[in-house]
């Protein structure tokens, strides 16, 4: 093992660590097909831990204060759940998902926060989503997903899941593989590598299409426009005319994509949600869910009814869609102010590297990880987040990174800088008397 160590160069750690990452993910998301598959991706699991500890102890770097902040939450949501749990199989299994959640959680972490760059969770990603597209496509899953059948009044049409145990996942992990692409943008300094990011965006976006997630189609945009916002408004608000055509381009993408989506599966399910008259039962079951979710936290608002508990605390024995109603009804108030302390500390890191720092690169990996941030908080509305073993292996390079950048701000910067006062007239020097004392 230390053969093996010292033959792999610094660079080649990180890359090790990305491709075990990736399998990982696909080793959990395809783990529903087949256990051993998770057993799989608990092996390796062990293995980046060991990549880790190996590399840490040299680099002198301290463990994210994010990570302590999550060991809290799972202590606080274990230990109420242990107490208040009615599905005492739901619970252990859900214990098992978080504590395996808190370890990868800290394997991407500490190696983002030794490489100074969340580019492990990201590719890792993003790799899952070309594996579950190019999966999708080989098989023929997506020409399937592409013909609509007419059952009565309704159009009934095959959603896409490629290897994932849902169509949602499909489609959100081709949302998350945006912001791999996005970093990479900087790197790619010429012009044909931006040109094969930009192709590489088409089957993402035909993913997101054909597994028929409407959150998906919704995420994808709001992505786009924050990193637009965040790594280039200084460029758009300086350059009349680059604005001009930017804001062009978007309008011509826009309406390109309502043409596309019109006659797709998605474009019926988001015409249906957004109609009052024509609303489909999936939009009216999520709405009923979140009512019962706030009569939960109305009922037990300190505790909540217990972690992996909503389902069965509900008549549809259903999660909330929701990660706020979910966080809140299961590990009460408390537990929803630990858990979003997190990304609110996260958030706040951020926001002052990317305000702060001098380095160009920095700067532009942290405004696409706030991107990501806000697309995180607009996907919490629709989505729960927080027992997805996919969603943490992604984040969590965010938060390795946001701690590490902080660091390495100068401390003069990172100290509010008080307005100085001028001294009294008494104290101040007469200029007068200095030149008159200079010409003597």
Known sequence: MSRLRASLSPFQVPCLFTALLTLLILFYTAGQRA??????????????????????????????????ILCIFLVWAVGWGYLLAIDSRSFTVGVKQMV????????????????RTPASGFLAITGLAVVLVGYGLLTGDFASAAELT??????VAHRATSLASNANTLGVACVWALAGLALLWRRASRFW???????????LFAGMVFSGSRKAVLLAPIFLLAWVWFC??????????????????????????????????????LQSAFSSEERDGSAEARLSLMKEGIRMITEHPITGVGLFQFPANNHFGAYAHNDYIEVA?????????????IFALVAWRLVRVHG???????????????????TCAAAGLVLVMVSSVAFWCFISGVVGFASAAERTLPRSL??????????????????????RITRR
Request: glycine share 10%.
């Open 356 to 374: 702060r720092c001098e380095h160009p690169e920095t700067r532009y990996v942290a405004g696409v990880c706030l991107a990501t941030l806000v």
């Open 35 to 68: 256990a051993i598959l998770v057993r799989m991706a608990m092996l390796l699991g062990a293995v980046m831990a060991g990549m880790v500890a190996s590399r840490w102890g040299r680099t002198g770097q301290r463990i994210p204060q994010e990570l302590w």
């Open 150 to 155: 007419q059952r009565g009044d309704r159009l």
């Open 232 to 269: 280039y408004r200084r460029v758009l608000f300086h350059r009349a005319p680059v604005f001009v055509a930017v804001g062009i381009g978007a309008a011509a993408c826009v309406a390109g994509g309502a043409f596309v989506l019109r006659g797709t599966f998605v474009g019926i399910r």
């Open 100 to 115: 395996q959640i808190v370890m990868i959680a800290g394997c991407v972490a500490c190696m983002a926060a030794i490489t």
């Open 329 to 341: 009804a299961t590990t009460g108030l408390v537990g929803f102010l630990i858990y979003y302390s």
């Open 414 to 435: 990172l100290r509010l800088r008080r307005p100085q006062l001028l001294p009294p007239r008494s104290q101040q020097p007469n200029p007068v008397a200095a030149v």
């Open 193 to 203: 590598q931006q040109g094969l990011l930009a192709i590489l965006t088409l089957p």
